[in-house]
């Protein structure tokens, strides 16, 4: 303010994290005292807005590369071949802890027949759901960036059941490669990119 700068500020957050603190007296202060603010899509603005109900606003999307993740996809029928895959497949990608909402996901599957999840991520919580998956879901760990395209083509949808996440780019993904989208309503880009009932299903977290 004194050098008369304008300063503007990258937002993810959204209301359904718990940690952000919306209510925070410095955050306020801060957000009030901005020339604007870039989000990447309306639960972030949400959340700028209970802090800064009259800050500026930019909207710009999160995005990826939607040619690679299209890139295999007419190799479908092969993958699946390769990866062993001979029954509806749901495929999560993403960190392994506890706001992503693997677990609920991985607990739901034992009462899913006929389908096979395939989880692709690491992180924190791997012991504990490989512990408590039934067979029908199948771990994969870290998979390379460059590989992912080739589980994208070879699943039949994509979920991302986050209790609380900025985005979720497996929607990004996921869409890029023609898949329907199953998301949990804690995921910032369920808001944008999943049309319930259209490309796929908006489910409430947990």
Known sequence: RVRRTPTYVWVESTLHDS???ANSLSKRVFARSVAGALVPGKKSAEYVRALAPAVRLTVAPNAVDNTLFAS????RDA???EFGLDRCTFLYVG????????QTLVRAFAE???ATLVVAGAGPDEAAL?????????????????????????ADAVVVPSLA???????NEGAAAALPLVAADGAGG?????EDGVNGLRVPSG
């Open 190 to 194: 369920a808001w944008e990119l999943v």
């Open 79 to 81: 993958l699946r071949a």
């Open 112 to 114: 899913v027949e006929d």
């Open 130 to 154: 490989r512990a408590a998956a039934p067979g029908s879901v199948r771990f994969l760990g870290n998979v390379d960036r460059d590989d992912l395209p080739r589980w994208y083509a070879a």
């Open 19 to 21: 940690s952000v603190g």
């Open 72 to 75: 295999r996809v007419a190799d």
């Open 95 to 102: 960190r392994l802890s506890p706001e992503k909402g693997v």
């Open 165 to 171: 996440d900025t985005w979720g780019m497996a929607l």
